[in-house]
């Protein structure tokens, strides 16, 4: 087991420092957990983070900041033989070694791991929920409806989440959101930092300037109404949505045909190649399907370093999932684009009718609806103003850094016992701390994160 050794900051004031454990199935993925671990550090808390083994980019970046990286002893894969059962009982014998306080983790298969491995510990459990999908899968959502028990707190991503968590059962008070977020120094427009760096750099002073740059550098018409999606492409999932691939590529380039039919000179910039090789294999169907390569009108770029000039590039966001939390829209936001987002989990909450439109998941003929709409308001003069609007919300909703205090702030109360009704205690599992419980909640969660349909019941 290697262990790569870092440090600890000064310990918050009134309070007796925690060890915490950081769970995740992933060593290259998952950097949005560094606000988090950064702020617990700040309190005085000690983290320490088990990942998979090998080089990743945040085994990393984790490393370079000076947090211990552990190897996990297991794989998080749950095939049905001995090795399973043996990965399990190390990862046990890791964390008994280690002895948190504080178990935390982050995706499904972590879940599973942390759950399952530390069964009888005495160790408070903190789970936090990036995406919903789990608990779309008709196999898994009657399973969770048990195994959320386990948890002392679920920590979820969206106000949408936390509801679906309500339908299975979990009061209120054990499930708090905190958004994953944006960093809102990075997730910048260039063209405000150009200003002041324009004397030593030489940079473009305008936003004119770079978005005339940035659309030259791609090949696309600079006077083109460019909408721009930033997604991986995944496979489609026997179990989830009928099989239809979460990411909505095939619904946007349906719309496409029907709004670039209208608008000629349009463009859609598609950001992001398939996610594994069968990701990938969906992705080719798709350019075959929709005839792409003859299509001059769509930009299919697969790889990008770095997606801020795709955003600066373009006038319009879209997100036409099936599943999502907040998903590429909070970027987009935060980099002054107003955002078209289907109505599917957390995607509602990005945006508000002053900085975008919502439509019905899976609906191609309502998503070229929205793109007519947006591009009245582009030909118009008036969407460039919306993206304004919409940097605005972002800083005030989905900054990751105040997303961090609220997940250290769960963290803490899960390590005191804070919650109404963590596992094995009196008021026993599922129950609420008294009348109103879900209400205030509700209301809490609702005033920090608006949803476009606060009572909206039907599964996302």
Not at 150 to 163: K, W
Request: net charge positive; with cysteine.
């Amino acid at each position: 087991m290697n262990v790569h050794p870092g440090g600890s900051g000064p310990l918050a004031a009134g309070r007796d420092p925690l060890r915490v454990v950081v769970l995740l199935k992933t060593n290259s993925g998952g950097l949005w957990i560094i606000p988090q671990v950064t702020e617990l550090r700040r309190r005085g808390h000690e983290v320490l983070v088990v990942l998979p083994p090998g080089p990743g980019r945040l085994t990393a970046e984790l490393t370079r900041r000076g947090f211990p990286v552990l190897d996990s002893p297991f794989d998080f894969g749950f095939r049905p033989r001995p090795a399973t059962l043996r990965g399990l009982w190390r990862l046990r014998r890791l964390v008994r070694r280690l002895r948190p306080d504080v178990l935390h983790y982050h995706l499904y298969a972590s879940a599973l791991a942390a759950r399952l491995g530390t069964l009888g510990l005495p160790v408070r459990r903190v789970h936090m929920v990036a995406g919903p999908l789990f608990l779309e899968s008709a196999l898994i959502r009657p399973v969770e409806r048990v195994l959320w028990r386990l948890d002392h707190v679920t920590i979820c991503g969206t106000a949408h989440t936390s509801r679906r968590y309500g339908d299975l059962g979990c009061p209120a008070p054990r499930r708090p959101v905190a958004t994953y977020g944006v960093d809102p120094a990075h997730f910048a427009p260039s063209w405000s930092l150009a200003d002041r760096d324009r004397p030593a750099t030489g940079a473009p002073a305008s936003r004119e300037e770079l978005r005339a740059k940035i659309r030259a550098d791609l090949g696309i018409d600079q006077g083109a109404f460019l909408a721009v999606m930033v997604a991986y492409v995944y496979p489609p999932k026997r179990l989830a949505h009928h099989g239809r691939a979460i990411k909505g590529h095939d619904v946007l380039l349906a719309a496409w045909r029907t709004f670039h039919a209208r608008h000629p000179r349009a463009h859609l910039l598609l950001v992001g190649g398939g996610w594994t090789a069968a990701g990938e294999a969906y992705r080719r169907d798709l350019v075959r399907r929709f005839d792409l390569d003859a299509d001059p009108s769509v930009t299919w770029v697969e790889s990008m370093p770095d997606v801020r000039p795709c955003y600066e590039a373009a006038d319009l966001s879209v997100s036409p999932s099936l599943s999502e939390g907040h998903g590429a829209a909070c970027e987009a936001s935060a980099m002054n684009l107003p955002s078209v987002v289907s109505d599917a989990g957390g995607l509602p909450e990005t945006v508000d009718g002053e900085t975008g439109w919502v439509v019905p998941r899976g609906d191609a003929p309502a998503l070229a609806s929205a793109l007519e709409a947006a591009y009245r308001e582009f030909e118009a003069g008036r969407l460039r103003a919306r993206g304004d609007r919409a940097r605005d919300r972002a800083l005030r909703l989905f900054d990751n850094r105040l997303a961090a205090v609220r997940v250290a702030d769960a963290i803490e109360r899960a390590a005191g016992g804070g919650t109404a009704s963590g596992p094995g205690t009196a008021s026993g599992p599922g129950t609420a701390s008294g009348p109103g419980t879900e209400e205030r909640a509700h209301e809490e969660f609702s005033s920090i994160y608006p949803v476009a349909d606060p009572d909206r019941t039907r599964p996302y």
